[in-house]
């Protein structure tokens, strides 16, 4: 009996999660219909390579980056030949350069020898390339093969999930899965990179612009705040 409770109360707490989560996904829409990848690229490798670039760094600066990177080392083949003080080289100026650096050279070893030259297309495949998380297969899998595995979980998405009361968790990989329950599906690829533009706009890490949210009914960081003002008057 206890049991059939329990999953009763999970199962409301879905539905009033998911309602929460549609009309957060309608106000989006109406602010950044058209959002999509903020990183410059010309193939799936660049993809691949500017999007673990792109871990503890802008894509503003990967992108000032990657087109000198890419007519040097433009395929794999090319990158697996550099040597890896060249690639440092170029992107000594993003955090991280030299394990990164290291990983985009193995990863593309790896792409010839393994893959004739390709970028994987399954999620299983793409983690075990070195330097690629959950996050970046997810943005490759969504942004090339529009098949996400499931919503591309960041610094915004972490703060603005847990912020907006989507979720509790501080894991990335639990707050993709509990995200993958509450968003459509469809929208999973358009919602990661709204997040990250209201993210930059609005909701920012320090300050946000809480007043002219958009989603300020919605915001369970918002209700705490003015309910502490309220306290203090
Ligand atoms: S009300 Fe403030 S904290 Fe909440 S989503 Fe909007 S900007 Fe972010």
């Known amino acids: 009996m206890k049991k059939t409770l329990n999953k009763t109360t999970q199962e409301k707490d879905l539905t009033t999660l998911k309602n929460k989560g549609k009309k957060i996904v309608k106000f989006l829409k109406t602010e950044f219909p058209n959002a999509k990848c903020g990183l410059n690229f010309k193939s799936p490798f660049e ?4 999007t673990i670039l792109s871990a ?23 990158m697996a030949q550099a040597r890896i003080e060249e690639i440092e080289e170029i992107i000594r100026s993003i955090g991280l350069f030299r394990s990164k650096a290291r990983n985009i050279h193995q990863l593309s070893k790896i792409l010839v020898d393994k893959y004739d030259g390709k ?40 703060r603005i999930s847990k912020r907006l009361g989507l979720t509790t968790q501080n894991n990335p990989a639990k707050i993709e899965k509990e995200l993958n329950e509450i968003i459509p599906k469809n929208d999973w690829v358009w919602f990661s990179h709204a997040i990250i533009s209201f993210g930059r706009k609005t909701c920012t890490a320090i300050n946000p612009k809480c007043e002219s949210c958009i989603l300020k009914d919605e915001c369970v960081y918002y209700k ?6 309220s306290k203090k008057i």
């Open 47 to 50: 993809l691949l390579v500017s």
């Open 224 to 229: 705490k705040k003015k309910k502490k003002r």
């Open 119 to 158: 970028v994987p297309s399954t999620f299983e495949e793409l983690i075990k390339l070195p330097g690629v998380g959950r996050k970046t297969a997810n943005v490759v899998l969504g942004e090339l093969f529009s098949m996400p595995r499931g919503i591309v979980v960041d610094t915004h998405m972490k």
């Open 56 to 78: 503890q760094s802008t894509d503003k600066r990967v992108n000032m980056i990657t087109p000198i990177l890419f007519e040097k080392f433009p395929t794999p083949e090319k």
